[in-house]
DNA sequence: TGTTTGTAGATTGTCAACAATATTCTGGGG
DNA sequence: CCCCAGAATATTGTTGACAATCTACAAACA
C-alpha cells in the first residue's frame, strides 16, 4: 500500500485525475485492459490507491478521447472498434498523413534527420533479433515524430487520439505483430518516406505514404478477418 | 404515454455530469463565456442547481475536447485559440474538408440534395434579412452536414472537435460577422461546391473546398489583426 | 417445467464535509 | 512611499458516506 502511494507521490505535480487518467490510458493502449472490459470503480480506485472521485474524473476523460464507452448506471467499459469503424479511421488518418508529409516536404531542413535514421536503424535490429513489439514501437514512433515535426499542435494532437483507437482496434483484433516480413517492409516504406520528404518530392512523398498507411489498413483489416472467424 | 416516457426517459438516460457538460459546452460555443473567463465551480453548480462533483467531472471532458483549459489549484479557464493556433486548426481543416468533398463526390447518390438546397435558400434569406448570425449558423450547418454526409463518424467526431475550437478562436477575435458580402459569398461558395459533387467531379470540389476554407482562414486572420492592433 | 416476482448484493450517481493550495488584504518596517 | 511578511479569504483537491439503480439468484405460482 504504502509503495503504491510513493509512486504516485512522486509526481504530485499533476492532479490526481490527471495520473489517474494518464494511467488508464497506458494500460489500456498496451492492451493490459482489453477491449469490452469493464472498468470498475472500486477496484481502481484501491489498486491506484485513490478515491473514487478523481476515477470518475479520470473516466470522464478517457470518454471523450474514445478510449473507453460510459453507459449510465451500468458502468463503463474499454471501447471496442468495429471493423468499419477501424476502416473510417485509417481513412481520416491517411488524409491527416497526406498532409503531414506534404509539409515535411515543403520545408526539410527543419527535420533532424539524425533521429529518424536511429529509429530506423533500431527498428531493423528489433526485427533481426524477432522483437516484434520493439519493432513495432519503433515504427509506430517514427510516424509519430512525423507528424511532431510539422510543428503543428492540432495535428498531432488530432494524429494521436486516431492512433490511440486503432491500437485499440489492434488489440481487439488480438493482432500481435508476429509477421517479420511486414514489419521489415514497413520499416523500408519509412526509408522510402523519409528519402523523398527530405529530397524535397512532395508528390513522391505523398504516393508513399498514401500507400504505406493504405497497406497497413488492408493488413489490419485482414487479421481482424481472420481472428474473427475463428471466434466472434 | 409515450410522451411522458420519451421525455423521461431522456433525461435519465444522460447522467448529471454529460448534462453539465453539454450546457457549458453550449455555452461556450455561443460566446456567452467568453474565452480566458474563469469557471468557478461554486458558481456552476449553484447555477445549475447540482453539486460540484458533476461540474468537476464536466470540466473533464471539456479539457479533453481542447473547450477549456486545467491548471492545477488555480481553476479552469475557457481556452484561448491564438492566431498560429487557429492557423494550424485550419490547416488540418483543409486536409479533412478535402477528404470529405473527394468521398461525396465520388458516391454523389446518396446525398440529400434537397437538404442542402434548402439550406443554401435559407442562408441567402438570412443574409438579404441582415439576420448575419442565422446566415452564419447556416453556413456553418452546411459544412457540417456536407461531413454527415460521408458516413463516417471519425471523420465528423474530428471535424467537429476542429471546428469547434475555431468558433473558440472566432469569439476571441471578436469578429461578429457583420460582411454580408463575405458571407454571400459563403454561399455562393457552397453552391458551387455542391454541384461539382452532385456532378461527381471530385477534382473541381476539391479545388473549390480548398479555395473557400483558405477563403475563410485568411479572412479570420485578419478580422483578429485588426482586433488585436485595437485593443489586445 | 417455464415464467415471474421479490429480495439480496454489487455498482454507479450524487452530495456535503474536510484538507491543501493559491490569492488577497493588511499591518509593520525600511 | 514602497516593499515585505503573515494572516484571512476564497477556490480547488480529495475523501467518505448516502441514495438510486442495475444484476443475479431463488422461491413461488401457473
Given at each position: 500500500m504504502t509503495k503504491r502511494l510513493t509512486t504516485i507521490d512522486l509526481l504530485r505535480r499533476h492532479s490526481l485525475p490527471s495520473l489517474v487518467q494518464g494511467q488508464l490510458e497506458e494500460m489500456i493502449l498496451a492492451g493490459s485492459?482489453?477491449?469490452?472490459s469493464q472498468l470498475t470503480e472500486i477496484p481502481l480506485s484501491l489498486q491506484l490507491g485513490v478515491s473514487r472521485g478523481p476515477v470518475r474524473e479520470a473516466f470522464r476523460g478517457l470518454e471523450e478521447k474514445g478510449l473507453v464507452r460510459v453507459e449510465k448506471n451500468r458502468g463503463v467499459f474499454v471501447r471496442t472498434i468495429s471493423p468499419v469503424e477501424a476502416d473510417q479511421i485509417y481513412e481520416v488518418r491517411v488524409a491527416l498523413e497526406l498532409l503531414v508529409v506534404a509539409k515535411l516536404a515543403a520545408d526539410?531542413?527543419?527535420?533532424?534527420q539524425a533521429k529518424f535514421d536511429a529509429l530506423l536503424d533500431k527498428a531493423e535490429r528489433m526485427a533481426s533479433k524477432g522483437d516484434f513489439a520493439a519493432c513495432h514501437a519503433c515504427n509506430v514512433e517514427f510516424h509519430d515524430h512525423l507528424v511532431q515535426g510539422t510543428g503543428n499542435a492540432a495535428l498531432l494532437d488530432t494524429y494521436r487520439r486516431l492512433v490511440g483507437e486503432l491500437s485499440l482496434f489492434r488489440h481487439r483484433a488480438h493482432?500481435?505483430?508476429?509477421?517479420a516480413s511486414s514489419l521489415r517492409a514497413s520499416v523500408a516504406d519509412h526509408r522510402a518516406i523519409l528519402s523523398a520528404i527530405l529530397a524535397g518530392d512532395a508528390a513522391a512523398a505523398r504516393r508513399r505514404i498514401r500507400r504505406h498507411v493504405e497497406a497497413s489498413r488492408s493488413r489490419t483489416q485482414r487479421l481482424l478477418a481472420a481472428a474473427g472467424t475463428s471466434k466472434d
Open positions: 485492459l482489453t477491449p469490452g526539410p531542413g527543419r527535420l533532424a493482432a500481435r505483430i508476429r509477421d
